[in-house]
């Protein structure tokens, strides 16, 4: 999972921690490898980019009766046009989430297209504005993050921001496992 480069930065995070009172002091002297392990793969409460984001947790975020237009239909260019704009919006989610169970959401083409196809649509009384997925597509993007581990956050690249939320973007993802916590501590 993790290159040399990696490897020697956690080993000097490692030994850093290690030290007299320490949060990994104990574990080192009793090579106590898988609670080392856990302590790395402990969830922080800082939020990464899901790159496996789930469709389903994100269409569950969407509350679909905003792309139904509050008016009355009539037979006014302006109604038919503010429909328009509405189902090029949906069609738009839809190409994003259709025949998917997963998205990669720490693309940012896709984060933009997700929010935009759910904010600022001129369905409400009048044309009003409203969106679909929260405040600024607030509910949609947070349903497109996850919680990082330790170990996540140590290597990740800065915070990227799409409307109001904010994430880091992962280099490495998932849990190290007790072997490669051994394999690092002795150098390999």
Excluded at 50 to 71: H, P
Aim: proline share 2%; hydrophobic share 45%; aromatic share 6%.
């Amino acid at each position: 999972m993790l290159n040399s480069t990696q490897k020697a930065i956690l080993r000097a995070d490692i030994a850093a921690l290690s030290q007299a009172g320490q949060p990994l002091e104990t574990f080192i002297i009793t090579e106590d490898w898988q609670s080392i392990a856990a302590y790395y793969n402990a969830k922080q409460v800082s939020f990464g980019w899901n790159t496996e984001a789930s469709t389903l947790a994100i269409s569950d975020s969407i509350d679909v009766t905003a792309f139904t237009q509050t008016d009355a239909p009539d037979s006014t260019a302006i109604f038919t046009n503010r429909a328009l704009a509405i189902g090029i919006k949906q069609m738009n989610l839809q190409l994003i989430l259709m025949g998917r169970s997963t998205i990669d959401a720490s693309k940012a083409g896709i984060r933009k297209g997700l929010r935009d196809s759910v904010i600022a649509l001129p369905s409400g009384a009048g044309g009003a504005l409203v969106s679909a997925g929260g405040v600024s597509g607030v509910n949609v993007l947070t349903a497109c993050t996850r919680q990082s581990t330790r170990l996540e956050l140590m290597f990740a690249n800065p915070a990227a921001q799409t409307g109001t939320v904010s994430a880091v973007i992962y280099t490495i993802q998932g849990n190290i496992d007790q072997q490669e916590v051994s394999d690092v501590w002795g150098g390999l």
